[in-house]
Nanobody, 124 residues
Framework: QVQLVESGGGLVQAGGSLRLSCVWSGRTFSSYTIGWFRQAPGKERDFVALISRSGGSTDYGDGVKGRFTISRDNAKDTVYLQMNSLKPEDTAVYYC?????????????????WGQGTQVTVSS
């Protein structure tokens, strides 16, 4: 059974940094594109970043380009999201998800498995 578990969220002041981790268990981790999404209260789930199966390709949402970096360590079945220069508007629950279709898409409906989410709160 596939399972994704996020960690690393917390409370940080504006301008600070956090690193989120997403640990995978189940099928072969390196076979799937992994994405990060976030959802703030009362808002839709937004795309944050994604990384290809090999880690050779990445993509970012417009609001996080230049501040966030996604990476993966297939030997550890883990994807990371390094978040720098955090802003209050980054406050949300952050989810990692796995895309088994191989489409390399930023659309959430392409993702088959989701973690439970980790809360990130940025104070001003």
């Amino acid at each position: 059974q596939v399972q994704l578990v996020e960690s690393g969220g917390g409370l940080v002041q504006a301008g600070g940094s956090l690193r989120l981790s997403c640990v995978w268990s189940g099928r072969t981790f390196s076979s799937y594109t992994i994405g990060w999404f976030r959802q703030a209260p009362g808002k839709e789930r937004d795309f944050v970043a994604l990384i290809s199966r090999s880690g050779g390709s990445t993509d970012y949402g417009d609001g996080v380009k230049g501040r966030f970096t996604i990476s993966r360590d297939n030997a550890k079945d883990t994807v990371y999201l390094q978040m720098n220069s955090l802003k209050p508007e980054d406050t949300a629950v952050y989810y990692c998800a796995a895309d088994l279709s191989g489409t390399y898409s930023s659309q959430s409906y392409n993702y088959n498995y989701w973690g439970q989410g980790t809360q990130v709160t940025v104070s001003s």
